[in-house]
C-alpha cells in the first residue's frame, strides 16, 4: 500500500499484525471444528485458544521458507 494515499484504518487493516491476528483465529476456529468432530482432543482447545505468534519469528522463517502461511505456522508452533 502506498503510504502517502493510506489512511491510519486502511493501514491497520492491511498491515502484517492483522493479517495474522485474523489467521490465528481462523486456525483457531479450524481445530475446534475438528475437536467437535473428534479429530483432536477436546482439552487440547484451551492451550490451542492460547496460541500466538511473534512478528520477528516469522520474518525470519519467512527468509527460509519464501512462503508466509508456513511461516507463520512455524512461528505459533514454537
Known amino acids: 500500500m502506498i503510504e502517502r494515499y493510506s489512511r491510519p484504518q486502511m493501514k491497520k487493516i ?3 499484525k492483522n493479517k495474522f491476528d485474523q489467521w490465528l483465529k481462523v486456525e ?10 473428534g479429530e483432536i482432543p477436546r482439552e487440547d482447545i484451551v492451550k490451542i485458544k492460547k496460541a ?27
Open 14 to 16: 492491511w498491515s502484517d
Open 28 to 37: 483457531i476456529a479450524v481445530c475446534e471444528a475438528w475437536a467437535e468432530l
Open 52 to 78: 500466538s505468534y511473534n512478528l520477528s519469528r516469522i520474518a525470519a522463517f519467512l527468509k527460509v521458507t519464501h512462503h508466509d502461511m508456513t511461516a507463520f505456522l512455524n512461528s505459533v508452533a514454537e
